[in-house]
């Protein structure tokens, strides 16, 4: 069967033309042929020159998750070779940036966009790849996928989860889930243990494109009383701890959390954390006890039309922040949503400093971890900010 064809709107066809890797519905001008959902098919510009290809999906926001540009094309005429090209080059890049290494084992093996295959993420924990499913045609081909994995990377075992809320979106809604049942791992962050449940994760695991920004926080703590608010399984609170922090205060609402996070810390032999279950909105008015305050809530954001809600929730967190925190202290903010930007994020810090005649200064503003690459012409990719202030 012929491959079809979609050519691009002239309006709406420079994004596409730089690298971006979404065609939306109101980019293409018409199609020629009859794609089904997971087809692939060959891009083209408004000249009907042909600049790409991807995975087609009509029940999509993402029309068309591009895959390759011409030169990719010209060495590879069929998608499972583009598949494998793309996953080699990420494990060659992760082999640059030296993941996994003696210190830390987990890490962010595949990322999405960034490297070349959209909606397929993949996360190596040790001994275990947990492939994160969130587009149909990821799920369509699981098996080749899985094989060229195999492949790549014999000695490892492989954890499929597709994700329910992203695959019924993109018009799967019968996700495949790997049974987990009583599986662990150990993994080193920065040399710190985490054990890792598969059987009640958030996302694949733990927060590894924190990892960075642990370390940075851990530079400051030596001799401090820090507060980490959100701690889930206590990233910034272990690292603080070891790092011979005085004093350090680990809060969050998730009593299975809390047990996991106790759990991490007698791994570690780490037993000057204070430990809490509760609301983190409840212990904003004790910041003024510590010397470094750490609120990395969870996703607030989950598209734009929750981004006046969760504004409102970010405006109350940093204000009373604000009010209670004292002078001389440091503060580590994150957001995790791609949808308030990073210069948004950064203006909303500063008012709500502002209305509590707070005086601040911006240390650093960071993303993800390194293992989390980003492309320029793919904002959406820059998903974390985590501003680093002093109060002064």
Known sequence: MP?????????????????????????????????????????????????????????????VRMMADIPLLKHFSKWPDIIKYRLEKAVLLRQTMRLPNENNTAYRLFNSESDGLSGLIIDAFHQILVISSNAYWTELYREQILEILTELMPNLQTIWIGQSKTLKKDGWNTPHQDDTSGLKTQVKEDGIIFEINFENIQKTGIFIDQRENHQRLAELAKGKKVLDLYTYHGGFALHAARAGAEKVTAVDSSKNAIIHAKHNATLNNINNIEWIEGDAKDYLKIAGDYDIVILDPPKLIPSKRNIEAAKNLYRFLHRETFKHIKSGSILMTCNCSSALSTNEFTKLVAQQALAEHQSIQILGTYGPSICHPILPIFPEGQYLTALLIAVK
């Open 3 to 63: 491959t079809s064809q979609i050519i691009l709107s002239y309006a709406k066809q420079p994004k596409i033309l730089a690298g971006h890797p979404w065609v939306y519905p109101k980019a293409i001008h018409e199609i020629k042929g009859t794609p089904e959902a997971g087809d692939w098919v060959e891009i083209y510009d408004s000249k009907l020159q042909r600049i790409g290809a991807g995975f087609y999906n009509p029940n999509s926001l993402y029309r």
